[in-house]
């Protein structure tokens, strides 16, 4: 059975940080390469960073600077720092697995609420 299961969110103040994870069960994770994505009310979902070993290390010019995405296979988990954290960023972020060859084969996770407030 697939899963990803995010975590790590929460309510954080304006400035602050948070770490999110994603741990992947149920599929080669290697064989796959990983998502974020973000969702705010009323807006559509949103790519945020993802890894490739082709392409690298990709960011929305939103995020640049402020968060890092990295994997850790030997867990199976992808992580997002998102540091410097603005209201903006307040959204349920998702965390998807792509497969490097079959092009349409991904799977998404349940989501993960992010808000940022004082």
């Known amino acids: 059975q697939v899963q990803l299961v995010e975590s790590g969110g929460g309510l954080v103040q304006p400035g602050g940080s948070l770490r999110l994870s994603c741990a992947a069960s149920?599929?080669?994770?290697?064989?796959?390469?990983m998502s974020w994505y973000r969702q705010a009310p009323g807006r559509e979902r949103e790519l945020v960073a993802s890894?490739?070993?082709?392409?690298?290390?990709k960011y929305a010019d939103s995020v640049k600077g402020r968060f890092t995405i990295s994997t850790d296979n030997a867990k199976n988990t992808a992580y997002l720092q998102m540091n410097s954290l603005k209201p903006e960023d307040t959204a349920v972020y998702y965390c998807?697995?792509?497969?490097?060859?079959?092009?349409?084969?991904?799977?998404w996770g349940q989501g993960t609420q992010v808000t940022v407030s004082s």
């Open positions: 998807r697995a792509d497969n490097v060859v079959l092009v349409g084969r991904y799977y």
């Open positions: 149920g599929f080669t994770f290697s064989s796959y390469y």
């Open positions: 890894i490739t070993a082709r392409n690298g290390l």
